[in-house]
């Protein structure tokens, strides 16, 4: 009974969920999703794609305010999503192409909340109150670079390291102290991409717009380095993501390449039987189950880059395809967010697909949702809302 109390009240406190492996723990959700879902509230936000982290009874969320123009950090309840406060900081971004909002997630760690607005303003305030802690702009601070599309890589909490995204010389990504902002380490000259940074294998392992590679965790020197060619408009988005020791990296243009780490990691195969857009993919057993540019949704074979099913439309055909996936719990059963707003629950085997049902949530968003507490949390342009998922007995 601890167990399962544990679980359902687990806590969604970065991008892609509790350890970035996009894993949400629902004990009790049905075995299908029924045609209709209620929310339990909904409120006013404006726009963004960053994503939502909830913390116990509050959520954390950024958007951007037009008149006047500033991006806001909000924190609302989960029971009724009441704002408990907001922090707002001004900005221009004039012609900044898709300028809806902020791209990043909030980060929650140890009572405080890291974000990094989509112009470079990094942030850390107390998650309670919201009182501002400190705050850095990495394009003044480390002659850093705004992506055409704004910064879109979400902070990390690496044990005593924040760690962000700059893009400057020597400074593509950097370390700071998460208490102070004081600079730990520097590394790579890379220009900035969209992908987030991730922890793998005792590595922190990165994709930009020029390699996939491996730092050092607590010094940021490189241990290895592959490069890639084909990335169009520095749009390097989905995350890595590794099963059995091989780690997957993909895009829009050139396809995919897959890294097995040891001693001196190499490259296994590579090649366009995947192109990734923004979906970061799931992995379990020995594959990878990712939304292809053009194919849908598709289950390969990790060592091999065998496809072994595609097709699976679980989000409309268009230039840009997403949808936000996230397993459920150890089984294979998975939840996707899809761009009109729709969650699709289904089941995921190297064999096959099977629909478990469907229900519409929100609007059109790219936004990746929070699952926490027996729920979906999920964002659009216009409003936030919260969908209870597991029916309290």
């Known amino acids: 009974m601890i167990i399962f109390l544990f679980y359902f009240a687990a806590d969604w406190p970065q991008w892609r969920g509790l350890n970035r492996d996009n894993v949400a723990h629902l004990p009790g959700l049905p075995e299908r999703l029924p045609e209709k879902l209620s929310p339990r509230w909904k409120q006013p936000i404006g726009g963004g794609y960053?994503?939502?982290?909830?913390?116990?009874?509050?959520?954390?969320?950024?958007?951007?305010r037009k008149s006047p123009e500033a991006e806001r950090i909000l924190c609302l309840d989960t029971a009724n999503g009441r704002t408990l406060w907001e922090y707002a900081y001004p900005v221009n971004y004039g012609k900044l192409d898709y300028g809806n909002g902020p791209r990043c997630t909030p980060t929650v760690n140890a009572g405080k909340v890291y974000t990094l607005g989509a112009l470079g303003q990094l942030h850390c305030l107390d998650a309670k109150t919201g009182k501002l802690l400190w705050s850095r702009n990495v394009v003044k601070d480390f002659a850093g670079k705004i992506p055409t599309w704004g910064h879109a890589c979400s902070p990390l909490i690496d044990e005593n390291r924040l760690i962000v995204q700059v893009g400057g010389k020597g400074a593509?990504?950097?370390?700071?102290?998460?208490?102070t902002g004081k600079e730990r380490w520097r590394a790579?000259?890379?220009?900035p991409g969209y992908s987030s940074p991730v922890v793998i294998a005792d590595q922190?392992?990165?994709?930009?717009?020029?390699?996939?590679?491996?730092?050092?965790?607590?010094?940021?020197?490189?241990?290895?380095?592959?490069?890639?060619?084909?990335?169009?408009?520095?749009?390097?988005?989905?995350?890595?993501?590794?099963?059995g020791g091989v780690v997957l990296v993909g895009n829009y243009w050139s396809g995919s390449k897959v890294v097995q780490l040891g001693k001196e990691p190499k490259l296994l195969w590579e090649g366009k039987q995947l192109s990734l857009l923004m979906s970061t993919p799931l992995v379990r057993g020995k594959h990878y189950y990712a939304l292809d540019r053009f194919r849908g949704l598709k289950c390969i074979e990790a060592s091999s880059g065998k496809v072994l099913w595609e097709n699976e439309h679980v989000t409309p055909r268009d230039t840009n395809p997403h949808a936000s996936l996230a397993w459920l719990g150890d089984?294979?059963?998975?939840?996707?967010?899809?761009?009109?707003?729709?969650?699709?629950?289904?089941?995921?085997?190297?064999?096959k697909l099977i629909p478990l049902g469907k229900a519409k949530v929100i609007g059109k968003t790219w936004a990746h949702p929070a699952f926490a507490a027996g729920c979906v949390f999920a964002r659009s342009d216009e409003e936030i809302v919260c969908v209870p998922l597991v029916l309290k007995k």
């Open 188 to 191: 790579l000259d890379d220009p």
């Open 172 to 179: 593509g990504l950097v370390a700071l102290d998460p208490d």
């Open 331 to 351: 089984t294979d059963r998975a939840l996707i967010l899809n761009t009109p707003g729709e969650l699709l629950l289904v089941r995921l085997t190297p064999e």
């Open 204 to 243: 922190l392992v990165y994709f930009t717009p020029r390699h996939v590679v491996g730092l050092d965790r607590v010094t940021g020197a490189v241990l290895w380095r592959e490069p890639f060619t084909g990335i169009q408009y520095d749009v390097s988005i989905s995350d890595p993501v590794m099963v």
């Open 50 to 64: 960053g994503g939502i982290s909830v913390v116990g009874s509050h959520l954390y969320v950024m958007d951007r």
